[in-house]
């Protein structure tokens, strides 16, 4: 199963700023097979990113996806009083168990 | 518009059983492959289950693989989870979740949530 380690836990910053988020695999991720999701307070996931680096349907272009093998980065380019949020990567190999990140708390300074 | 609403989460003792259900609209249900995702309170994502479109392949977490069975009636456009032999660390918020067409492993949609309290 591969693991996976996001950093920093919290990331505490200002609007307009830009956020940098990290996602370690403890092993090479197959195909660059990582998505991004987005998770607010009481709300359902939402899905950011996939591929690493493709941004899903109606997703801003201030988030952008980047990383291979083993690492792995979610940027937000300018961040919005709504992104404020908890951000999780999640690996999707050929086989399950697909697994998630511990989770990046992106909150406001 | 897509639309996933879970129901059948509430208290159960630990030993007990539950069937969580998931109905759907606003797409092809019969065309797309379908996920139970996890969230204990407070805690982070874990994914349950998968089952394909025809539902002719399954894969279950080690984490409840003989306990929990996916199903799908793609006459009703509804995908269902039964959990039997329920323990304390299987309270969590039961989602359910589409995967991204010709993307597996990948939710695009996701319901709200079923809160499922496995406690005597």
């Known amino acids: 199963e591969i693991v996976l380690t996001q950093s920093p836990g919290t990331l505490s910053l200002s609007p307009g700023e830009r956020a940098t988020l990290s996602c370690r695999a403890s092993?090479?991720?197959?195909?660059?097979?990582l998505a991004w999701y987005q998770q607010k307070p009481g709300q359902a996931p939402r899905l950011l990113i996939y591929?690493?680096?493709s941004r899903a349907t109606g997703i801003p272009d201030r988030f952008s996806g980047s990383g291979s093998g083993t690492d792995f980065t979610l940027t937000i380019s300018r961040l919005e009083p709504e992104d404020f949020a908890v951000y999780y990567c999640?690996?999707?190999?050929?086989?399950?168990?697909?697994?998630f990140g511990q989770g990046t708390k992106v909150e406001i300074k | 518009e897509v639309h996933l609403v879970e129901s059948g989460g509430g208290l159960v003792q630990p030993g007990g059983s539950l069937r969580l259900s998931c109905a759907t609209s606003?797409?092809?249900?019969?065309?797309?492959?379908m996920n139970w995702v996890r969230q204990a309170p407070g805690k982070g994502l874990e994914w349950v289950s998968y089952?394909?479109?025809?539902?002719?392949?399954?894969y279950y977490a080690d984490s409840v693989r003989g306990r929990f069975t996916i199903s799908r009636d793609n006459a009703k456009n509804s995908l269902y989870l039964q959990m039997n032999s329920l323990r304390a660390e299987d309270t969590a918020v039961y989602y359910c979740?589409?995967?991204?067409?010709?993307?597996?492993?990948?939710?695009?949609?996701w319901g709200q949530g079923t809160l499922v309290t496995v406690s005597s």
């Open positions: 979740a589409r995967d991204l067409v010709l993307v597996r492993g990948v939710f695009d949609y």
């Open positions: 606003g797409f092809t249900f019969s065309s797309y492959e």
């Open positions: 089952i394909s479109s025809s539902a002719t392949t399954i």
């Open positions: 092993q090479s991720v197959s195909s660059n097979f």
């Open positions: 591929g690493a680096s």
């Open positions: 999640q690996q999707y190999g050929s086989s399950p168990p697909w697994t």
